[in-house]
């Protein structure tokens, strides 16, 4: 049997949801996406055959899916980063437009700030 198609959402989803996930289900899912062991590594690790690998990360993988779709955390954290992102480069703009234009220290430190707050908050 060859390795199983990965999906890359898996791994990012995992850090919204991985606690929901039992204890050995998580692990499964860590070994196979973020460690990149094969099924018969983590099969070998947890004293289960590759068949059981499979089925717990098919499983995993599947509640994962079911859990975005229901609560949406990640799609709302990717769209809150892209919003920060565009609120940091308009702040960026007008402080670029405040140096060339008016200088104006109050423009300068509100813009600064809002940088600031949008990157801090994207980390």
């Given at each position: ?49 590759r ?9 995993a ?14 799609k709302?954290?990717r ?30 430190e ?14």
């Amino acid at each position: 049997m060859g390795r199983m198609a990965k999906n890359l959402e898996i791994s990012f989803l995992l850090d919204f949801y991985g606690s929901m996930l039992t204890e050995k289900q998580r692990a499964v899912v860590e070994y196979y996406y973020n460690d990149d062991l094969s099924l018969g590594e983590i099969g070998a690790n947890e004293g289960i055959s590759r068949q059981g690998v499979r089925d717990a990360i098919k499983r995993a993988e599947a509640q994962l899916l079911d859990m975005e779709e229901r609560l949406g955390l990640a799609k709302r954290f990717r769209v809150m980063k892209d919003g920060l992102e565009k609120i940091y480069l308009a702040a960026a703009d007008i402080q670029e437009w405040n140096e060339e234009k008016i200088q104006s220290p109050a423009v300068r430190e509100n813009t600064q700030k809002i940088m600031d707050l949008a990157a801090a908050l994207a980390d």
